[in-house]
């Protein structure tokens, strides 16, 4: 079984501070994402890899960088944290797909999420 | 703008009866769809998946219907299991692009 796993379950930041979210998988998955869940919101993209050293950006990216050094590390990092990134945050992997699809073919793997709270 | 939706927010079943789930999307250049299961506390974990070539796909409980012409997804799951009761999630993508997910139905399967 694919396993991914985020450092931290809950997180409390204050605004204005750095935060370091980490995540590994250990199936030699190319492609990682980071996501955040928001209610009402459904799961929103924020930034994906695939390929080590390699990152493009999602649909919410404002805000947040990514470090991909190993392949089967992949770290989302708040600049500089603000309440409106109190969520929970997704990181998923995948492997390449089929049918030509580098990145999209085959199904997410998600870690347990982290909830960060920003006050 | 959300390019696939589940308009319930939640559903509640009877245990040993059928349970429904919905999706609807927008983009016509979607071909794979996948419906992702959420415990509380826990990441979602994929369910099952259908590609466009496909109108129904089914494993064990678990049948996804695909109506290409209405934009339309389904998910039944018979029968109904308290041990189902979670969020579930529709997600659908276009090749060489990302996924696309729904805002999530909570299933309560009441024993």
């Known amino acids: 079984d694919v396993k991914v796993t985020q450092s931290s379950r809950y997180l409390v930041k204050r605004t204005g501070e750095k935060v370091f979210l980490e995540c590994v998988q250990d199936m030699d998955h190319e492609n990682m994402f980071w996501y955040r869940q928001d209610p009402g919101l459904g799961l929103r993209l924020i930034y994906f890899s695939y390929d080590v050293k390699m990152k493009e950006k999602g649909d919410i990216p404002e805000g947040y960088s990514v470090s991909r050094e190993k392949k089967e590390r992949f770290s989302l990092i708040l600049e500089s944290a603000s309440t409106n990134q109190t969520s929970m945050y997704l990181c998923a992997s995948s492997s390449y797909g089929t049918g030509g699809s580098r990145l999209w073919n085959s199904p997410l793997h998600f870690g347990n999420g982290t909830r960060l709270t920003v006050t | 703008d959300q390019q696939v939706k589940q308009n319930s927010p939640s559903l509640s079943v009877q245990e040993g009866r059928i349970s429904i789930l919905n999706c609807d999307y927008t983009?016509?250049?979607?071909?794979?769809f996948l419906w992702y299961k959420k415990y509380p506390a826990e990441g979602p974990t994929f369910l099952i998946s259908i590609s466009s070539i496909k109108d129904k796909n089914e494993d064990g409980r678990f049948t996804v219907f695909l109506n290409k012409s209405a934009k339309h997804l389904s998910l039944h799951i018979v029968p109904s299991q308290p041990g189902d009761s979670a969020v579930y999630f529709c997600a659908a993508h276009s090749t060489g692009n990302q996924f696309y997910f729904g805002t999530g139905t909570s299933l309560t399967v009441i024993p």
């Open positions: 983009n016509s250049m979607f071909d794979y």
